[in-house]
C-alpha cells in the first residue's frame, strides 16, 4: 500500500501562487501514474493533473492548463504541483493520488489512492 501525505497548501490572494508538495512511501515511486486532484466546498471531487511514470507527459484539466505546472522528482519520491495566478473558484482541498495503471491516468476514475489532503483557499 502507499501512503501520501500532501503539504503547501494555505490562504492566498487571487492571482498568488502556492507550490504544493507531496511525500509517497510504501511501493516503488517510480512504477507509479501519479496526479493531482481537488475537492471544492460542496462540489464533487475533480481531476487537475496527471504525470507519467517517468515525468515525461503531462495532462491538465482546461479550467488550470497555462496556470499549473505538475513535476515529480522519482528519486526523493516526491511529487508537486506549482500553481500560479490563482483564482477564487481554486479554492479547494487538493489531494494527490495514485493510480496503479499507468503510464499516466487523466481521469478521475483511474484514480485507487489518494492522500488526506491540503486546503487552498484563495481569497478575491
Known amino acids: 500500500q502507499v501512503q501520501l501525505v500532501e503539504s503547501g497548501g494555505g490562504l492566498v490572494q487571487a492571482g498568488g501562487s502556492l507550490r504544493l508538495s507531496c511525500a509517497a512511501s510504501?511501493?516503488?515511486?517510480?512504477?507509479?501514474?501519479m496526479g493531482w486532484l481537488r475537492q471544492p466546498p460542496g462540489k464533487e471531487r475533480e481531476f487537475v493533473a496527471a504525470?507519467?511514470?517517468?515525468?515525461?507527459?503531462?495532462y491538465y484539466a482546461d479550467s488550470v492548463k497555462g496556470r499549473f505546472t505538475i513535476s515529480r522528482d522519482n528519486a526523493n519520491n516526491r511529487m508537486f504541483l506549482q500553481m500560479n495566478s490563482l483564482k477564487p473558484d481554486d479554492t479547494a482541498v487538493y489531494y494527490c493520488?495514485?493510480?496503479?495503471?499507468?503510464?499516466?491516468?487523466?481521469?478521475?476514475?483511474?484514480?485507487?489512492?489518494w492522500g488526506q489532503g491540503t486546503q487552498v483557499k484563495v481569497s478575491s
Open positions: 493520488a495514485v493510480a496503479e495503471r499507468g503510464p499516466i491516468a487523466v481521469k478521475l476514475d483511474e484514480y485507487e489512492h
Open positions: 510504501g511501493r516503488i515511486f517510480s512504477s507509479l501514474a
Open positions: 504525470i507519467s511514470w517517468s515525468g515525461t507527459n503531462t
